[in-house]
């Protein structure tokens, strides 16, 4: 189905001659909501303009205690015996205790729409009263937390079921229908309050948005309107492997041409979206995902205005059982402390491994995001080639999927890691752990020492431990791969070094560090 970009959706509306249209899209501060259509202001009592909407503009909420909002004079509809009301909905949790969304009067020629019904649990109660009596239905009631398109159907030119309700334009089926007088007359002309019951109770709470009155809306129009809203699902997951997702979405139309479509990728229920490298053109197979990892997608549609409008979250599950290596000190090159236990003395070192895999996670862990931010990485080489480097966005634990490629190639792949040591303060990002498919291989690449030659400096030119990085960039690896440089121990002020020779006892095991390595030039 197409889908029109949400900046369209104002035009979606007006186009169908609503009677009354409200956008609400004041910003903060507005008192009352201007009608694009029917010249008849809604006047506010608490609640809170210029909030976010769902498409485009803003939205108004409201507390639920007593905010509410009520047509400043009456809205005329004794013309008409068939009423369709309209509104974009963010209900608040329920608490099934009659919660009303809108109403016309209490009297024979009134309508209401109570989202939140007392009488039968988890629905909401489409109602009209008419010269007859009552007519209306109970339906399976909108999600929480989330924005609906809602249309509510009053029809007394209908013979037995005069109320229907459609949510995110599919039409309801009815749960029960406890009244069906078959009315005649047509409605009245009274004031038209949201949030609240005419009488001055029963208050709703949570956001809505474009509001519209109708004297008919047929079932292809409310489809129409919630396409336009981004409602209908447009994308969709095909095949998903260990380390691959396929996904495809529909195509679009409205707004102003041309219209990009961006493939997005979060962590599940993290709401951290980044786009999808070169996924514009459905359908898309996205690669290096790690296995047994759950991700959202959904698709950005931006027209050359620009408005950007998303489609439905589309949530998978990469397949496959995982084995997660924990890193020891044996592991670790270039290193005469220990980098795993606390407190990780080492002031450069490598963690290095083969794998087929086609990607792997990568844990590590930081102390050094507060201080230096810009310095809190670890370096990746895949096959000797550099890599970005793996950025830390806080002090802690914090995992990287590491796209490889292909599975069942097998690849030697570099961790680097460093650290900045003073008196009683330990700092400097850390590998910890490498996650793969259990079907890939992986091996540990033993150290062994290359050189005899061993480093004492006394400076922190290894805190950001990775080569790629301009501050490291000098220091490293030109000692280490042009000058041969495989131990290289940090003095920083003196101070580190100080800590590992205080007493005899540290200055015994110091030594014979040293010694292990027999060198010939420190």
Known sequence: MPLVVHAAYRNTIEADTPLFYWPMDETAGATSLTAAVGGTAINL??????????????????????DFGATATSIDLTAYSKIVVESLFYFNPYTNSDKIAWELSTGNSGF????????????????????????????????????????????????????????DGELQTAVLRPATSNNTNNFGNFVFNIMRRASGTLFSGGKMQHMAIYSNLNDSQILAHAQAGGFINTLSSGVVTESTATLSWTNISGGVAPVISQLQRSPTGAGTWSDVSGATTSPVTDTG????????????????????????????????????????????????????????????????????????????????????????????????????????????????????????????????????????????????SVTYSSISSFSVTTPTLQTNRILVYGDSISVGANATNPESQGYVPLLRNTYNYSVMIEGWGYSSLYQDTNTSELRNAFVSRIAGYTPSII
């Open 45 to 66: 009592t608490g609640a809170t303009t210029g909030q976010s909407g769902n498409i485009d503009g803003t939205s108004v909420s409201f507390d639920g205690i007593n």
């Open 112 to 167: 209401t729409f109570v989202s939140d019904a007392i009488n039968q649990a988890n629905k909401s109660n489409v109602l009209l009263f008419g010269n007859v009596g009552y007519n209306f239905a109970y339906f399976t009631r909108p999600s929480t937390s989330n924005w609906h398109h809602i249309v509510a159907v009053y029809d007394k030119s209908a013979t037995t079921n005069e109320t229907s309700l459609y949510i």
């Open 289 to 432: 995902l790690s296995i047994a990892t759950t991700y959202d997608y959904r698709v950005a549609y931006t027209d050359a205005t620009p408005t950007t409008v998303y489609s439905n979250t589309v949530t998978i599950t990469t397949s496959g059982n995982t084995t997660t290596y924990t890193v020891q000190q044996a592991d670790l090159w270039d290193n005469g402390y220990d980098n795993v236990a606390v407190p990780r003395q080492s002031s450069f070192s490598r963690f290095v491994f083969t794998t087929d895999a086609s990607s792997v996670t990568i844990g590590g862990t930081t102390s050094l995001y507060n201080n230096y931010p810009q310095y809190s990485h670890l370096g990746v080489r895949i096959n000797g080639v550099e890599q970005s480097p793996l950025a830390f966005t806080a002090n802690g634990s914090q995992s990287f999927t590491v796209a490889l490629g292909t599975a069942g190639t097998t690849r030697t792949v570099e961790i680097t890691s460093g650290l900045l040591t003073k008196p009683s303060i330990v700092m400097g990002s850390f590998i910890d």
